[in-house]
């Protein structure tokens, strides 16, 4: 049997990428390390917590013993790292802790890995799943590809961008065999309510503001979170080492468009009469350094190793609106207790 860690499985992306794995690869043991931070949720893997090839185990990644404790147990093949502090909100008001997440945990694991793998390589693999924050803010024209400069201008991004670095000077310097991708904002199920879409989501069906930051003329490059795990499987499994692929769909959309489509699929889907959710946005104070715009050009995965994305934007949307709307419990779960506090500082409104 082969073993694979994943670690920040208990996230949004890790929830959809574990159980991917777990049930896609039956020979493969998954061993799930999440300290269970406010964004990590059990409930998430609730399906397959009881599988035969499924494993959790809390700990934190900046914990050196912990995660030596955990090569030597389980030999691991190889390891998936998404665990991070991911929020960039988050960052601008508390940056130490994504300092010591994504920088100082990586590098945590890269050295254990380098430790029990003994500097014998065979058929292992350090995968770093990243993000196309790491090349900073577009104009309104082009592309990031993989050669762009980087550019990180919040606290969040910067850490990716040096645990980036990182998992590269390890292949540089020790050998160790590594992949990387950066891949653009994720939707989908799962999403830790803090994020746009599950946010507004939420606020229309609870007839609450919808906070637009600014002018509402940023833009994201929609990818729906299971077409960004079938982009990690097949990197895990034929990406070349040491190399960068960056992912994403090609769905450019300006905040406030993709906030009025919300509105309006909502409405629908609760029987409300048409522009009730519109008349929610409300525009406040823009983000500190807020990156304009994010395009991912994904031509070298989708080239090289034939990657296409399974659902269109709308039809993504639709089953993600669905999933809320169909997921109450979960949401209210989420959002009870410190969600609260958040929000209320972040909008400095009542929640
Ligand atoms: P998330 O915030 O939903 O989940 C992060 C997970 O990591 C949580 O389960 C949390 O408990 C865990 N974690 C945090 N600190 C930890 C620590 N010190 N030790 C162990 N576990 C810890 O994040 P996400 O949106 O699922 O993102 C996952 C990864 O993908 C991140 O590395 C992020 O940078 C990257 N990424 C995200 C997006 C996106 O749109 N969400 C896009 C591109 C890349
Ligand atoms: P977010 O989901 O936080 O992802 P990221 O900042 O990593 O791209 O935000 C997506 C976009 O939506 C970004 O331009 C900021 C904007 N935004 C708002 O306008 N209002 C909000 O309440 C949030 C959370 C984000």
Redesign the pocket.
Known sequence: MKNVLI??G?????SHLVRHWVKKYPDTRVVN?????Y??NLENLKDVENAPNYVFEK????DEKRVAELFEKYRFDGVIH??????VDRSISNPMEFIR?NIV?TVTLLNAARAAWKDNFDGKLFYH????EVYGSLGKDGFFSETTRYDPRSPYSAS?ASSDHLVRAYFHTYGLPVVISN????YGGY??PEKLIPLVINNIRNHKPLPIYGKGENVRDWLFVEDHVSAIDLIFHKGRKGETYNVGGHNEKQNIFLVKLLCSIVDRKLGRPEGEAEKLITYVQDRAGHDLRYAIDSSKLVNELGWKPSVTFEQGMELTVDWYLNHEEWLRNVTSGDYQKYYEKQYKINA
């Open positions: 670690t920040g208990a996230g949004f992306i890790g390390l999440d300290k269970l931070t964004a990590g700990g934190d990644i900046v998404l665990a991070a502090e991911s929020h997440t945990g799943v990243s993000t196309d990716k891949c653009s904002n994720n999403q830790f």
